[in-house]
């Protein structure tokens, strides 16, 4: 099986596609061929017959992909919780046809950053939720949380939701950290967090400048990520202990 990492966060909106295309803009920077992947995605516009995802956009951009259908499979124009949308728009989510192209990606690219929907738990269809999907997709994880205040139980929460699921967490992502004036939650919670859950902490990212997802400019993502991400264990480097940044 060809490699990758699904992507995913301790809630919406805590930088999910940020780190995917960081991660995509990195490795396509070191020559490898990346596929990029957002299995579902909710919130979409356009027409109903060609809905986009701007995530999926973002990524496919940063990827510089050219497989949109394979990429973003499933789409739904309502901002709720797939499994909601799905019956308001009266479809579903199709997760055979997910799988097929997700296999269908992997024959193109060589790593796939797949990015998840909301967090681990939430439902995709009955008895069904994005943590049966990383499983089926027999992917490594990502989580992506925030460094302040209430990400403790959040990412403790995440990371036993994976392991108990027999997930592999390959580590945390702390997003839009503080670089001045820094909260002492900020601080202090990725030490805590490390040593309570024992997963690799690896890294953190600031608010990036000249980021913008409407106009897909990615501003200093790039640089910034090389800079204090650890690329090496979001690929499955040695599993030494990780130092906190
Ligand atoms: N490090 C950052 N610097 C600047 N802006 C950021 C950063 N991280 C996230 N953002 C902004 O915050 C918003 C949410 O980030 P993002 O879309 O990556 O979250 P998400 O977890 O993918 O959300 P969703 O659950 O909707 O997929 C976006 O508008 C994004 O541009
Ligand atoms: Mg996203």
Redesign the pocket.
């Known amino acids: 099986m060809k490699a990758g990492i699904f992507i995913t ?1 301790t ?11 960081g991660l995509a803009l990195v490795l396509r920077d070191r020559g490898i061929k990346v596929g990029v992947m957002k299995p579902v995605a909710t ?1 979409c516009y356009g027409g109903d017959t060609r809905l986009i995802s701007q ?1 999926a956009a973002f990524l496919m951009e940063a990827a510089q992909n050219e497989y949109p259908l394979l990429t973003s499979p499933s789409r739904f124009r309502n901002p709720l919780s797939p499994s909601v949308a799905a019956t308001l728009e009266k479809k579903e989510v199709d997760v055979p046809q997910i799988l097929k192209s997700y296999r269908e990606l992997q024959k193109h690219y060589d790593f796939i950053i797949v ?1 998840g ?2 967090g681990l738990m939430v439902p995709l269809k009955q008895d069904y939720y994005v943590a049966n999907l990383i499983r089926d997709m027999g992917l490594p994880l990502v989580i ?1 949380s925030y460094a302040g205040l209430g990400a403790i139980n959040h990412t403790l929460l995440t990371v036993d939701a994976a392991t108990i699921r027999g997930l592999e967490v390959r580590g945390i992502i702390f ?2 950290v503080s670089v001045t004036n820094y909260s002492l939650a900020e601080l202090t919670n990725p030490r805590v967090i490390h040593d309570l859950s024992g997963v690799p902490i690896l890294g953190s ?4 400048d000249g ?3 409407d106009n897909c400019q990615f501003g200093k ?1 790039k640089e910034v990520f090389q800079e204090r991400i650890r690329i090496d264990k979001i690929l499955g480097g040695p599993k030494n202990a990780a130092p906190i940044q």
Not at 205 to 208: N, R
């Open positions: 966060g809630d919406t909106d805590v930088g999910k596609t940020v780190v995917a295309a919130g995530d990015e929907v909301g992506v997003n839009r990212l600031p608010d990036i980021l913008n997802m993502l």
